[in-house]
């Protein structure tokens, strides 16, 4: 345990006895545009029967950079990845404050609440050859853990919210002159702090598992020396439509490190969350979707700072796993397995 951080959990222990009701003001902007030091965006992704996953994602400020901007991202079913990242001037961001209505220059997130308990989202990133145009139908309930935010002592916050844990998605992808259909399953979530993560952790998993029976949304994220080396964990576990756990009361076991040397890092091949004897989830990775040195993202100023000063080497993944479910759950007992999508983003 440590002091130095403050979870918000609605229940004994890091565990929610009542899990929140999601408010669709959660999913407005948070932060005051006219201070230094915050950020805040909203993520979107998409996984389509036809083998594409495009991800989106609109800035308010940059977690790095503090730039207001969209990024495109496209990887095709052969394994190519195709990326935009365009900066706009903070005048070009238009929000409310009460729910997902955010526009970019010329892109946009709509959210229709005619269905509060599963809303639909519309959203728009186009910036030249390459965009998207998606229309999201949410089939779990919107989801955060506690009261969505974890407090670091004298340093700032960080809110993390889910307002779609899982959709259907169907549209159309931009590719040059070419409009690509799709359907599939989506997720979107939401991110705004007021402190430079990378001074206060050291790496984070967090991904989505998706089966016949069950959503799952964890995160492991794993503070540095200056926080007492304290984990903040998170697992969400939705049968069918509803939310049945929400916790961070699970064990993670890592194990079969490889380096990679685009990222020049190390990832675990074996991931698992033990929530209790008879529930457990595992990950093995089948392959890397996408690694990156993220000292390239940086300023060369920064970017010496970061690597010959505080000598950190941040590196990203995304990974490709089988995923296999072990759980029992009111006298029944399930295991199911498929393949997930997840991250693992490195700070030291």
Request: charged share 30%; hydrophobic share 35%.
């Amino acid at each position: 345990m440590t002091n130095k951080i403050k979870e918000a959990w609605l229940g004994p222990g890091r565990k929610d006895g009542t899990i929140s009701e999601f408010k669709p003001e959660y999913d407005a902007l948070h932060i005051d545009m006219s201070k230094k030091g915050n950020a805040e965006w909203w993520y979107f992704d998409a996984h389509f029967n036809n083998g594409y996953v495009v991800v989106g994602l609109f800035r308010a400020k940059h977690e790095r950079t503090g730039k207001t901007g969209v990024e495109i991202t496209i990887y095709t079913p052969d394994g190519k990845k195709i990326q935009k990242i365009v900066d706009y001037d903070p005048s070009d961001l238009i929000f409310a404050k009460n729910k997902a209505d955010v526009k970019i220059g010329q892109n946009y997130i709509k959210v229709d609440l005619s269905e509060p308990k599963f809303p639909s989202y519309e959203v728009f990133l186009e910036e030249e050859e390459l965009g998207f145009h998606l229309f999201y139908k949410a089939k779990v309930k919107g989801y955060m853990p506690g009261k969505g935010y974890t407090e670091f002592v004298n340093k700032g916050h960080f809110g993390w919210v889910v307002p779609i844990p899982k959709a259907e998605v169907q549209g159309t992808i931009k590719i040059h002159d070419e409009q690509i259909f799709g359907e599939g399953i989506g997720y979107h979530d939401h991110n705004w702090l007021n402190l430079n993560l990378a001074l206060v952790l050291d790496y984070w998993y967090w991904g989505r598992i998706y089966s016949d029976t069950f959503t799952i949304i964890f995160a492991y994220i794993k503070c540095n020396k200056k926080m007492d080396n304290y984990p903040i964990k998170v697992l969400m576990v939705a049968k069918d439509e509803d939310i049945i756990l929400s916790t961070g009361e699970y064990k993670l076991v890592t194990k079969d490190f490889q380096f990679n040397e685009k990222a020049n890092n190390k990832y675990p091949k074996f991931i698992e969350f033990n929530i209790s004897e008879h529930q457990k989830v595992t990950l093995e990775v089948e392959n890397i979707i996408d690694a990156d040195n993220l000292l390239y993202e940086m300023s060369p100023i920064l970017r010496f700072i970061v690597k010959y000063l505080l000598r950190l080497k941040p590196g990203y993944f995304r990974i490709n796993s089988k995923f296999t479910i072990d759980f029992q759950y009111e006298g029944k007992t399930y295991k199911e397995k498929g393949n997930a999508l997840h991250e693992i983003v490195i700070s030291k």
